[in-house]
Structures are given as structure tokens and as C-alpha cells.
């Protein structure tokens, strides 16, 4: 299927690579993405929305950007997911790019949770105050984020 991005212009997408959001990403109503990883962006990716071509969200890979960094889900979360036991999960943050590279942010506190076996996604909020919802991206490499106990 084709679909028109305001960053990208009109691209191809394969249909089995959408992503379902049921949920959607806090505060927008899109329930269906695709994930671009354009080379030269690396190791920046975008959740791109397919009904709405100025919807994008940049998405850094949490392994990469925080290594100690975890997300335990709930019953209902792992549900939502359609996760069974041994389920993997690719855990994506939101970041908020900026032209001074010590500006650049992640979204610790909201992360994008994604079954890849299953293409279901689900953005999930970290309670407790634990997390940033800013944390700065690069100083993250001196300084390790701190484990995550659950949602």
C-alpha cells in the first residue's frame, strides 16, 4: 500500500509490516503505523502514521540509548500486547529532537512497548516518578538510567 508522509513524500509500505495501536499514542487518535529506519537518520527511527501524513513520532531503540533501562508490564499490558510468556518486546522511546545534540531528549516515562511477532504496539506510562519524561539523550551514555520496576 502507498502512503503519503510530509517527511518522506508518498512511500510503499508492505501491509504486513503495519503496526496496530489499538490504544494509539497518548493524545492522537491514529491507530496504525509503520516503522521507517532511513540510514542516514541511524539510530533514529520513525513511528509513522498511516492515515496521517504529518503524524510521526522519532524513536530511538531503548537497548541502544539506555542499556540498564527495562520496562516490566502489566497482566493487562502484556494482554493489550497479545504477549505470551516467553514473548519478546521491543521497547521504543519518543524523542524530541533538537539542532544541539545535548538537547535531544528521550521520553523515559511514556515508552512505545511493540510485539514484533504480533505488530501490536502499545504506548505505556511509567508511574512513580521514577522516570523522566525529558531524559537527556547523549549525557545518558556517562550516566546510566536507573532500572524500571513495572507500569
Known sequence: MKIATTRFGEIEVDDNKIIAMPDGMLGFADKRFVMLNPEKHAPFCWLQSVETPALSFVVIDARR?????????????????????????IVLLVV??????????????GPVVLNPARLIAKQVVLEGGKFSARQPLFASQQEPAPAANGG
Do not use: H, M
Request: avoid cysteine; charged fraction near 25%; aromatic fraction near 6%.
Open 65 to 89: 540509548a539506555f542499556s540498564d533501562y527495562q520496562v516490566a508490564l502489566t497482566a493487562e499490558e502484556s494482554e493489550r500486547l497479545a504477549l505470551d510468556r516467553q514473548g519478546e518486546i
Open 96 to 109: 524530541t529532537l533538537s539542532q544541539d545534540p545535548t538537547k535531544i531528549t528521550a521520553n523515559l516515562q
